[in-house]
């Protein structure tokens, strides 16, 4: 039975020490008490820091790890799939055909792609709020935090060649600064086909018993040769146990555990809808694109899966707010009290989201080319003020990592994007007028369908050639004025109304609320210390569990571990009916497989998503698995996790070993992983 | 190009004739001169009658025809899916493997399915306005034209076997009775599968070219044999030439081209979205159950494909609303003129509509669970009050076809029925408060998530038991008001809310609008009068047009005709991928196959939704084609026809012969078509 949402922080309250495996860690404050209480282990520095220096993020989609010495990375097929994508052409498809580089030579460069290593993390709370004076309103203060941040991140890069980054912790009840090592010139060296790595495919996602060899490697490379690693995970030999304890590093993304009543209201009234709304609608547009056609689907297989992946995940939140049961009694709310402020904010935000996300957020312009516009146009104008004044993203720290994303050489499909634009204008025009009126937007092209609009301007923009975003961006203000792109000029039409939606819901909704739950995070701490967890930020985090199965709805015991066997059973079953047909190297090779070979395993961990391409280690610190995916009834994580049924799933190393030995012959990386 | 939107009233004002191909013409005033004079064809009565009898209403669904003296029907293997789906077991999924029965007592009896045959049309026009009198209000005229309606209905159905409908023409300006000569034992006699039926699936719906079979035979019976049929159509040897004169002999559902500019609006701002919004999302619930089993696509199949096909027809109707330069220049409305009243009218639709679409049409409860117990609720009261009182589909004359429905035993499937209810609970608690409170309605249940509350009330009822109906619909209000059942306790909580929305929707929207248009309709038979069309109603109708391509937007000039060998291409290229895979019958049978063979074709014929299985006849009478689509651009046909691009999409008969010979070795059915 779940727990009942909220009861987290009661709970935590009457307890010295949470009985449940709960809890996104923080290094800097890592679990050892629980640990040493619930698994008689002992979390010991060398340990921890080991296991750190080991972790890395991939990109701004997901986490990682290295396996070797020479820079291997592994991580999850889906995190790395945008780059299989990208390096795909119409005659070779990586994501259909997979890749394996016999040599070094052969390992593929991936533009725009970094990986982050956390090398530092300090706390630097008091720093930020010495800049708040008592006679500042919420607003002044998030300003003056804001330009602390600012500063502290400035003086930390100028010091050494790391990227720092400030975290908002506990809502406002702490910061930390973290400093990453940056490598830049990441590789592809080995992807099995997509049929097999996501096995099962939608119908599949967030369910168990699985199959998915979820798995990538890729190289980090230093002055064009493969990165020296100090710290890096070895590959267990020895499998896992019923109930044994597991740890997963990693960086997960987002949790609302601390949200008040009111807040969740918010979220299954509006936001979750509002979601589930856009995600239908592009599923379904998607869809009907790729399936007129297999270069169709080649083009827009990643946007499709994503969406498939978010509206899954965004049912289960929905379902799990939408349970009355769950929610518990109402509480009286004290006038002036934080939970009163939230609650204001919340009404406030219900009216003013929308705009934020159709404008601010670009929802309604729902293409890659409006977005290198936008960042070209703000780009232009936020370079010429100060650094604590810019827009968070175009702050001198993220300044490098913007650029390397705006010039990437990607392909940007014509047609997939018409799509897309077309659909999102729809969707616009399809919002009632009381909300929005898109004419008072873009006056000039009302007499335009959102079709003759989103051809138009996807068609005659060149800002998707690499070298006319250059000169643009070297160009300045002058040249976004000057330009008759008329993807700049809608970004320009678009620019004081997305920018006053963004102040107003900066001002009227993320202001009040990081006051508010700063005050409630501090009464926490003031009973709790750092004995609890924050919520996650997308930085690295602990997490400990053990190897268990679980009951289903319906009452059939679920065991932990899949095997080999059972994938090729299910395909048959499915009468290999995509997804379920694994790849021709399998199916060809199933006689050589051992067909015991642990496939995936359930865990106790609590994780979300950010978490995908974690490494999951043994008390020897050992990998011995690489999550990849929670189970249905991990979904809810998000607000609570209840560990009866809440699952993370991971790949099991074994059956990434055995197919790399037995299926794709890759024994140079075999090697390399130390067998 | 696309004419502008209404357009069409002022066009046909300034010229004695229809230059385009337009029009779904009554029998009862057919378009003798329009033929005439663009195709010097004289229509002859004896033509028109002889395709009036041998056309017939396959249920509610679409149109079909006589194509034998012994009752074979030929309609679309689209139209007659749900019976396929309701005669396949987990055995034998008559979808996917076809169907043929070799002799007549292999013909698989269809349970509730009726075919109508128009046999007889009367303009009642006087009789129903004489019942109104000029000091009622709107809402009063409305009351006295149903309750002559229902008189007259009820008093021609005394007098013959007939069943009597009348049907409102010219939005009220006129109204004609037609009697139909009823078939209820229909039988299965020949289904190709669904892969070739409809290849290309729902990515290649409203596209051209084409290549589906899309065809189904069943046979009318009486007194347990093949029904003596005297109007039939034979079958062309001849096949179609580029340009050739044809005609559609079926029944168009509904079109709305007398709309005026306001009315189009609330279509486009209300309507369309909230449909498409509904359609979205069942289509991704339905999908990720499919997707799951191949036993779970079997049972949702026909949901889907329903789902899929209404969606992609909602897209194109939706962008056609949303291209302004179809619109023309706005009118100044003049007080107290029809166009204000509906403007009006509109305004309150706005508001009412919700409530009315999900209480009363029962999309807050989309399941057939429901939809019964729902039934079997309002047949308890409203049989207790005075035929002219009732809702119009309880009234005497709907009753057998209701009570066909109502106690027929196709199987309904608890999972799927638990989804669909699911994800409507769900949509409903997210609409926005202000709108409906779903606790008002339902307040004893308002502590389980819609997910449960789902599970709960199908898994409970016992409606989905035939003779469970059987016993409740006997037992009259008694019964009803005794059950225990908790979908009829639930139908029963509902209830005063629906039929709140019902009157009010009625009262406040429809009578005003049919006053409105009646008064506009008035004054356009004044200068026009029988000369034109009035919207489809879903009566026999007939359209005339020609053979021929068109250009596509990006220039192709599309040739009319498909033929065999392209089907196969269209397979290789899609790499016989789902739905691109012909079934094993035609890949091993290609060889015998005449390449040649005409395969699908286009024409210009003005039709709409509901024309599904009109036979399509030369000026011989002799059926050359079956009319199952129309391409994208024939989308907009809802609400204005252009013969530019808009094309009828139908199989051609070639095929159909081609393969009931070489394919199905349907040699008792090759006889019985003449050949």
């Known amino acids: 039975m779940m727990r009942t949402l909220f009861s987290l922080i009661v709970f935590v309250c009457l307890t010295s020490f949470l009985r449940a495996d709960e809890g996104m860690w923080l290094f800097e404050n890592p679990p050892k008490q629980q640990v040493k209480e619930k698994y008689n282990f002992d979390l010991t520095d060398g340990f921890l820091d080991h296991l750190r220096l080991s972790s890395c993020r991939f990109a701004r989609r997901g986490s990682a790890s290295f396996v070797s010495s020479q820079g291997l990375i592994m991580t999850n097929h889906h995190v790395g ?60 203060a998030q300003k003056a935090r804001s330009g602390a941040i600012a500063a502290i991140e400035k003086e930390a890069a100028d010091k050494t060649k790391l990227r720092y980054e400030v975290t908002t912790l506990y809502q406002g009840g702490a910061y930390h600064l973290y400093g990453y090592k940056i490598y830049n010139d990441i590789r592809l060296v080995f992807a099995p086909e997509e049929t097999i790595a996501a096995f099962g495919g939608d119908p599949d996602n967030y369910e168990y018993p699985r199959y998915c060899v979820d798995c990538s490697l890729f190289r980090a490379y230093e002055d064009g040769k493969p990165a020296k690693i100090e710290h890096f995970l070895k590959w267990s030999t020895s499998g896992v146990k019923d109930n044994e304890l597991v740890f997963v590093s990693g960086f997960p993304g987002k949790t609302d555990r601390a949200y008040t009543r009111e807040h969740l209201e918010f979220q299954r009234d509006v936001y979750f809808p509002w979601r589930l709304q856009k995600l239908y609608r592009r599923e379904v547009v998607y869809s009907a694109f790729a399936n007129r056609s297999l270069e169709n689907a080649r083009r827009v297989g990643d946007d499709l899966g994503a969406v498939q992946n978010y509206r899954k995940r965004a049912i289960g939140q929905l379902q799990g707010l939408q349970t009355p049961s769950l929610w518990g009694e109402p509480k009286k709310i004290v006038e002036g009290s934080p939970e009163e402020i939230i609650k204001l904010a919340c009404a406030e935000e219900s009216n003013c989201y929308y705009a934020y996300d159709l404008l601010e957020l670009g929802e309604a312009f729902n293409s890659k080319t409006f977005q290198i516009a936008r960042t070209l146009v703000r780009l232009a104008y936020e370079i010429e003020k100060p650094n604590g004044e810019r827009l968070k993203e175009y702050r001198d720290n993220n300044l490098e990592s913007l650029k390397q994303t705006l010039f990437s050489d990607a392909p940007i499909y014509e047609d997939v994007e018409i799509i897309k634009l077309t659909d999102s204008l729809t969707m616009w025009r399809e919002i009632p007028q009381t909300l929005l009126d898109i004419s008072e937007v873009l006056d000039v092209d009302k007499n335009k369908s959102p079709k003759e609009l989103a051809t138009d301007w996807i068609l005659n923009s060149k800002v998707r050639n690499v070298d006319e975003r250059k000169r643009l961006a070297e160009g300045g203000i002058k040249a976004i004025e000057a330009s008759q792109d008329p993807m700049i000029k809608l970004v320009l039409k678009v620019e004081s109304a997305a920018r006053f939606a963004r102040e107003n819901y900066e001002e009227a909704v993320e202001a009040p609320l990081t006051a508010a739950y700063a005050e409630l995070a501090k009464k926490r701490f003031e009973k709790l210390g750092t004995s609890v967890y924050p919520d996650a930020t997308f930085t690295l985090r602990l997490s400990y569990g053990a190897v268990k199965g679980y009951k289903d709805d319906d009452g059939t015991e679920i065991a932990p571990v899949t095997n ?67 189970n249905i009834y991990s979904l809810s994580n998000n607000f609570v996790y209840t560990e009866t049924q809440s699952r993370c799933v991971s790949v099991n190393t074994d059956v990434i070993l055995e197919s790399l030995r037995k299926i794709y012959k890759a024994e140079r990386i075999v090697k390399e992983l130390g067998f």
Chains 1, 2 share one sequence.
């Open 564 to 630: 080999i066997a059972g994938m090729f059973d299910r395909a048959e079953k499915q009468k290999h009916k995509e997804p379920f047909d694994p790849p021709k190297s399998w199916k060809d090779g199933k006689s050589k497989l051992n067909l015991n070979t642990s496939f995936n395993l359930v865990t106790t961990n609590d994780i979300i998503g950010g978490n995908s391409g974690s490494p999951m280690v043994n008390a020897k610190g050992e990998v011995v698995g690489l999550v990849f995916d929670g």
């Open 81 to 140: 799939a945008r780059n299989l994508h990208e390096l795909s052409t119409p005659e070779n498809n990586l994501l259909e055909n997979g890749f394996y580089a016999k040599t070094l030579a052969d390992e593929l460069p991936c533009k725009g792609l970094e990986v982050l290593v956390p090398v530092s993390a300090e706390d630097i709370t008091e720093k930020v709020n010495a800049a708040v004076k008592p006679e500042m309103s919420a607003e002044e």
